[in-house]
């Protein structure tokens, strides 16, 4: 059996060091300002500032690659608020690798990489492996990137998880018990995120073979955008919000 694994996981970071960088980014993160209900440490959204600028740099001299993950992230940015500029290595808030030296593809999440040391990858796509388009892992990690979590452990998904196997597939696919547990079955809270109604084709989702499932339910690669994900980003970084910081 193969899992088309979306990334490697996301790396952690020290949940105080997370909730301070997020409070600090937008105070909104804490739900202090009304605008989201109130969060406590290691259970707060790590969005950015509306109409902020984003430094994004490559950590890479694959002009090809850069090139396509530009246009990959385009197809976010067309949608919300913030600002891109492409800036070149320690001057990025995120940093893009596409080293041969790193496994997997995976992302900080959103504020958490003003954690991460400025000449580190805070976003990296594995251009070895061949289990799943690069332009999917692309949208998948960059919407890590904006501050979005894996669709899949939505409160409201249901899936019926066929529990044993998950876990026998996932440690083939090179995950430990509890980074199986952490990033496939761990159920997100209301209150860890701004929520919008469970999105099957999310590009945030992972895929499943039916035999993962009890109930024999097939997730698809999900391989663009789906309208609930374009909804969702433009609610949360609406164009037609006044400027905050740039």
Known sequence: MTIINMCAGVPSVDPQLSYQTAASEDRANTGSTGRRSKRSIGNHSKFWAQRRTINVAFLSSNLEFIEFAKEEIGEWTQHINLIIRFVEGTEGDIRISDSAELKGH??????????????????????????????????????????????????????????????????????????????????????????????????????????????????????????????????????????IRS
Do not use: C
């Open 106 to 243: 995976w992302s900080f999440i959103g504020t958490d990489a003003l954690t991460v040391p400025a000449d580190e990858p805070t976003l990296h796509i594995d251009l070895t492996t061949r289990e799943m388009p690069f332009h999917v892992a692309m949208l998948h990690e960059f919407g890590h990137a904006l501050g979005l979590e894996h669709e899949h452990q939505h409160p409201e998904a249901n899936i019926d998880w066929n529990t044993p196997k998950v876990y026998e597939a996932f440690e083939n696919a090179g995950l430990s018990k509890e980074d199986t547990y952490h990033h496939v079955f761990r159920t997100l809270e209301p209150t860890d995120r701004q929520i919008s109604p469970y999105d099957k084709k999310s590009i945030m989702h992972y895929a499943f073979p039916a035999e993962l499932i009890w109930d024999g339910t097939d997730y698809p690669m999900n391989k663009k955008l789906s309208e609930k994900d374009i909804s969702f980003i433009s609610s949360i970084y609406p164009r037609n919000t006044d400027p």
